[in-house]
């Protein structure tokens, strides 16, 4: 199994460097690929967009997110079912989601496909999952030391910024960086809602199917490959690095 999960990403990064391309044998090191991927002005126009979407959506949902994991320091009425709703962005068919979308935005709200169109429904996909990093990273005394700071006669404000705020800030971002890269590689959602404005994952899409995979497709999923791993590493790392603590 880990074979069948690894070998093709590492095939993926070793013939990016391929002198004679994306096919066997390996016959040198060559940087031409990713010559061609920074020369490539709509793939990197494509790239630019799926990082001003990703860091629009990460904001929302990091905010969102945080504010729902805090709520469930207490109980309150609906808490299971406000739970199930968050997470039922996760089990939703993606495309099935981004046509309703679209019929939604554009035939009964009458608003033009573009990029920032694809927000809502990348925040939705991310939120699920920026909420249950944040529940699981959350220190179990959150509520108690809290309290506490209450009881010495700390305002909420003060409360919140010398007591919570310094407790949850490690899984915050690592809520953060899971919310970027997801919205960063997404592509089913946002598919149908973006119109001419394509992003990274769907120009990689429309090349890839139009035409056999090229040498700066491999050098561009060996870059974002590279680039999501670190992200999510960086991320579980400040999620368990707060849990242990």
Request: glycine share 4%; charged share 20%.
């Given at each position: 199994m880990t074979v069948y999960i690894y070998v093709p990403i590492l095939s993926l990064l070793l013939f990016s460097f391929n002198t004679g391309g994306i096919t066997a044998p390996f016959d040198g090191v060559t940087?031409?690929?990713?010559?061609?991927?920074?020369?490539?002005?709509?793939?990197?126009?494509?790239?630019?967009?799926?990082?001003?979407?990703a860091l629009v959506v990460t904001i929302i949902t990091t905010s969102i997110g945080t504010a729902a994991a805090l709520a469930y320091r207490y109980d309150f009425w609906g808490q299971r079912g406000l739970l199930y709703l968050i997470i039922f962005g996760i089990i939703t068919p993606g495309i099935t989601y981004g046509v309703g979308t679209l019929l939604l935005l554009t035939q009964v709200l009458n608003l033009n496909r573009g990029l920032w169109l694809a927000v809502p429904v990348h925040v939705v996909w991310t939120l699920p999952f920026a909420v249950i990093v944040l529940l699981a990273g959350f220190p179990p005394t959150l509520r108690q030391n809290e309290q506490a700071a209450h009881v010495?006669?700390?305002?909420?404000?003060?409360?919140?910024?010398?007591?919570i705020l310094p407790q949850i800030l490690p899984t915050v971002l690592g809520a953060a960086v899971f919310a970027f890269t997801l919205s960063y590689n997404e592509v089913e959602r946002g598919l149908?809602?973006?119109?001419?404005?394509?992003?990274?994952?769907?120009?990689?899409?429309?090349?890839?199917?139009?035409?056999?995979?090229?040498?700066?497709?491999?050098?561009?999923?060996?870059?974002?490959?590279?680039f999501s791993t670190i992200l999510l590493g960086v991320a579980g790392w400040l999620v368990l690095r707060n849990v242990s603590e």
């Open positions: 940087f031409e690929a990713y010559r061609q991927l920074l020369a490539n002005e709509s793939m990197l126009v494509a790239i630019s967009r799926s990082l001003q979407l010495m006669g700390a305002d909420k404000l003060t409360t919140f910024r010398k007591v149908l809602l973006v119109g001419q404005e394509t992003t990274m994952p769907i120009e990689v899409f429309s090349v890839a199917s139009a035409d056999r995979a090229t040498p700066e497709l491999f050098a561009l999923g060996s870059v974002t490959t590279l």
